[in-house]
């Protein structure tokens, strides 16, 4: 079946470093989500990207769909505390089943 | 609006034990998806449902089992618990589903099974 994984799976950063978790279908993905997930929360939808070599921007973070549309990434510019939590990719396999990745946890060094 | 909204939050069962979930998505949305979130596995997809329809379901034994109201209410249960199935049980809510468009999702059900 389709497997999702990004990597790193865990990355610690000082505060006001950058950060980026990559991701890599096994499959061509139709889309691709990000969702963060604080600690003792839920996950919140952050983005959707569709198009092949899409790049979108909230603020300080920066996504993108790769080529392939198999991969994908999630930077974030200067981290803040606020950053703190895991973040996911999914994406859809051919039967429609949204599949999460492995996620990559973000801790912050004040 | 109101959002997705999971019971009960917390629960403690032994094992063979069975435990029913609730999930109340946001109004108007007719996809209910439910995930299991643990530390070693991540969030594993369960099942969906649509218009009263499971239409995916994950990788899990027949033990796990859901259904969906009219109202777009949403159950799961698992009979005769096991430790392994202790974890958090998310409930995700979409208006289109099948793996497209944004996820709702509720604050979760933490099972404990002893």
């Known amino acids: 079946g389709q497997q999702v994984m990004q990597i790193p799976q865990y990355q610690h950063v000082q505060e006001g470093e950058d950060f980026t978790t990559y991701c890599n279908s096994s499959t061509t993905l139709s889309n691709i989500q990000w969702y963060k997930q604080r600690p003792g929360g839920h996950p919140v939808f952050l983005i959707q990207?569709?198009?092949?070599?899409e790049v979108k921007k909230q603020k300080r973070l920066t996504f993108q769909f790769g080529e392939a549309k198999k991969n994908s990434s999630l930077h974030i510019t200067a981290t803040q505390t606020t950053d703190v939590g895991t973040y996911f990719c999914a994406g859809p396999s051919g039967n429609e089943k949204l599949t999460f990745g492995t996620g990559t946890r973000l801790t912050i060094i004040p | 609006k109101a959002g997705v909204t999971q019971t009960p939050r917390y629960l403690i069962k032994t094992r063979g034990q069975q435990v029913t979930l609730s999930c109340s998505p946001i109004?108007?949305?007719?996809?209910v998806s439910w995930y299991q979130q643990t530390p070693g596995q991540g969030l594993q997809f369960l099942f969906e449902?649509?218009?009263?329809?499971?239409?995916n379901k994950g990788n899990f034994p027949g033990r796990f089992s859901g259904r969906q109201f009219s109202n777009s209410r949403s159950e799961m249960n698992v009979s005769t618990l096991e430790l392994g199935d202790s974890a958090l049980y998310l409930c995700?809510?979409?208006?289109?589903?099948?793996?497209?468009?944004?996820?709702?999702f509720g604050e979760g059900s933490r099972l404990t099974v002893l």
């Open positions: 449902y649509f218009s009263e329809t499971q239409r």
């Open positions: 990207l569709v198009k092949s070599g």
């Open positions: 109004s108007g949305h007719r996809s």
């Open positions: 995700a809510s979409s208006f289109q589903g099948g793996g497209t468009g944004e996820l709702f």
